[in-house]
């Protein structure tokens, strides 16, 4: 892969699903000028946001926009793009009450350079059955704070993710207690590793565990063939790590959410 396919990579994570793959509650807009997703479950601006935006003026963006609104409406969402927005676009989204809030960095690991690191003291697990996919469901809800109300569909969305094997998680134990999870996804080709997202819980942060995470899901991604692992890292925290594992830097997102205010 060159610079550009990579960046590619790195971004497809978004929408790279079969079609019958994708649940009924999501709704989707996917165009070249405007790419964005819609959780009907889950009110969460994290959840539901454009992950490609395509303007260069006042009246295109107004036009994207349109479109923007009429699929979300009041639903809280944020924008999620790597382009660089030239100055009316970012003026007219500023306008409508959404700032940048946080950065990630575009990274990805060619898997035949990675040397291999997976030692550390918590036991690491892959998600099976509805005790381990509960106790996912405790876990990411402690680290992000989601509505204890959405807690049931967390547990059947997860749960229909691992039977329908679309992806997987994996959780970090000290004890017997979840302390920290990890989900991925391999393209449909199979050759990338979508590195999804992964926590850790805050007193037991700076220990090591999100490495070993790291770690176990490209020692398996290696192992079932992939190439190439891609991560949409949080500049200042998972960002640093990825990179001194071997990572590189492709491309920067901008994530913009609407100001509370």
Known sequence: MNGKDIVKAISSHHWDYKKEDIPNYIENIIEDDLIAIKNHNVSHPFN???????????????VIWGKIYNLYHELPFSLWISESLGDEVKTFIREKGFSVVDQYEGLALRLEDWKGDFNGDCPIKEVENDKEIQELVEVTSKIWSYPKEEKPFQFQQRKAYIENKLGGYLIAYHGRTPVGYANYRYSLEGDILYLCGSGIVPDYRKKGIYRQLVAARLTQARN???????????????????????????????????NNG
């Open 48 to 62: 539901n946001k454009v992950v490609h935006l395509k303007a260069n003026t006042k009246d295109e963006i107004r």
């Open 224 to 258: 079932d063939g992939a190439k190439i692992a891609t991560c949409q890292a949080r500049v200042g925290h998972s960002s640093p790590i990825l990179k001194k594992i071997g990572f590189g830097q492709y491309t920067t997102f901008d994530y913009w959410i609407k």
